[in-house]
């Protein structure tokens, strides 16, 4: 074999991200951005020599950080991003002092 170690077919699991790329391509965002969610909380973790993430869990991280009822949509292709945005407004609305009340 050439002196090279044969690769494994392991299974992949579709509803992982695999690495940085694939995590800030899911979010959106910079690298550099969730490097620093990371920081804040974000659930990544370690899995041999690559950083992994299931989309599910930062959903659920991004609702909670934006003090949201449900987990986060992420706007893709094919997100319902009308539901996401209804949902959004109904918990400012929750939060923002009514009208002559000062928190």
């Known amino acids: 074999m ?3 170690k044969a690769r494994k077919n392991l299974p992949t699991n579709p509803d ?7 995590i800030s391509d899911f979010l959106k965002m910079p ?3 969730v490097h620093r ?3 804040a909380g974000m659930p990544v973790r370690r899995e041999g020599r690559y950083t992994v993430a299931h989309p599910d869990e930062l959903r659920a991280w ?3 950080e934006a003090k949201m009822p449900q987990p986060a949509v992420i706007a893709t292709n094919t997100a319902d991003l009308t539901t996401g945005l209804k949902q959004s407004i109904a918990a400012a609305r929750k939060r923002r002092p009514k009208s002559g009340q000062f928190s």
Do not use: D, P
Not at 16 to 22: D, F
């Open 16 to 22: 992982v991200l695999k690495g940085w790329r694939a």
């Open 31 to 33: 690298v550099a951005t």
């Open 37 to 39: 969610w990371v920081e």
């Open 62 to 64: 991004l609702g909670r």
């Open 2 to 4: 050439n002196g090279k």
